[in-house]
């Protein structure tokens, strides 16, 4: 019964996938202008396409696609009515892509339960070498996007549109997915003795080819950079930083720790990363003898040094820098993570812990290894 149950919420979910993409084909092709120009291409076809030609904008209308390179050739195409798609996301793409993931993490977990997989904390640590490649496989993109106006894009139109965001999330997706299917057919036939550690070697083979191509860029091209003293600086201090949490709290308030173990570490090893990575890029790459300038991207980081600059003084922020209370948040948060998922929720449903925290984890280390890896190549 419980496999029947598996097999009709499977259906299910493949029914609902299929009608919503029959749905809006339909209404691209009965309704062009509206559906397909005002909705599909406005708001996530466009921006992508642009950003793919490193142009300020692209407009659509009447049948016609232009690329524009000029911002004030964009306002005047917009104010002419004219349908304006710019890089980046809107209000519109961003609820359309949470919808879709969330949807999406549905059908992961029906694929997980039919093939009964996913409850052993072995996978959880295999995933690792997937984040760390998302994040690299992010800055190939940045890489890409540095190249001087009459360079021609090593990575062109349109095979550079899967390492354009938000496309470059689906990539990495249906890469990690992908390597899980193959990893664990591999293991019930018997050709691997253990499923979990295939599927690290593909996250590995996936990470090094990525950070290798970065290297080679590094070496031979002009607009990138090659500081290995970052990705040290990262690395160690976020190590220590959360290896001594980790130790701390295993000393003295063991029950934190007691229901994700390890696990708990590397959740906070992935936040000290991002945190660590957004330090150093906003106030320390001078004491590194890096003549680089980042400024926060994120609202909740920008937040933290606006309420920090208006707090301490400039005497004090002149030797701590500003940005040091984004990392004590991360780890805070990290830390209350790890203390929720006690061994209650790993007892009753493990799937679904684990996958949960894949994702916190996912949210932390991916864009930290962005952050880190991009100055480190000082693009």
Not at 240 to 256: C, K, M, T, Y
Not at 354 to 376: F, H, K, Q
Request: proline share 4%.
């Amino acid at each position: 019964m419980d496999v029947i149950a598996r097999l009709d919420s499977g259906r299910t979910w493949l029914g609902t996938a299929l009608a919503a993409t029959a749905l809006l084909l339909v209404g691209s092709l009965v309704f062009p202008t509206r559906v397909y120009d005002g909705f599909v291409w406005h708001y996530f076809w466009g921006p992508i396409y642009a950003d793919a030609h490193n142009a300020a904008c692209a407009v659509t209308g009447g049948g016609t696609t232009e690329l524009l390179y000029q911002r004030g050739a964009c306002r005047v195409a917009e104010s002419s009515g004219a349908i304006v798609a710019e890089p980046g996301y809107t209000v519109v793409s961003e609820i359309g892509y949470m919808v879709i993931l969330l949807f999406m993490l549905v059908g992961v977990l029906q694929l997980l339960r039919y093939l009964d997989i996913y409850s052993e904390r072995d996978l959880f640590y295999a995933l690792v070498p997937f984040m760390l490649f998302g994040g690299v496989l992010r800055v190939i993109e940045d890489a890409n996007d540095a190249v001087p106006q009459g360079v021609e894009q090593a990575i062109s139109y349109p095979l550079n549109t899967l390492i354009i965001s938000p496309l470059i999330y689906f990539t990495v997706f249906l890469l990690t997915l992908g390597s899980l299917i193959v990893a664990y057919r591999l293991g019930r036939e018997g050709v691997v003795d253990e499923y979990q550690r295939l599927m690290a070697v593909f996250g590995g083979v996936f990470l090094v080819l990525s950070f290798g191509y970065l290297l080679f860029l590094g070496v031979t091209a002009d607009y990138v950079s090659l500081y290995p003293q970052i990705l040290l600086s990262v690395v160690v201090i976020a190590s220590l930083v959360s290896g001594g949490i980790w130790l701390g709290v295993e000393r003295f308030a063991p029950h934190i720790n007691a229901g994700t173990g390890l696990i708990g570490l590397v959740v906070l090893w992935g936040h000290a990363i991002d945190g660590v990575a957004n330090v150093i890029a906003a106030d320390w790459l001078g004491a590194l003898g890096v003549d680089l300038v980042y400024s926060a991207k994120h609202p909740a980081n920008r937040f933290i040094i606006d309420v920090t600059e208006s707090i301490l003084p400039e005497s004090i922020i002149a030797v701590t820098g500003s940005s040091w209370p984004f990392l004590v948040v991360k780890m805070v948060v990290a830390l209350a993570v790890v203390w929720i998922f006690d061994e209650e929720i790993f007892e009753e449903s493990p799937r679904y812990a684990l996958l949960l925290l894949t994702a916190i984890v996912a949210v932390g280390l991916g864009p930290g290894t962005r952050d880190m890896v991009r100055a480190t190549f000082g693009i």
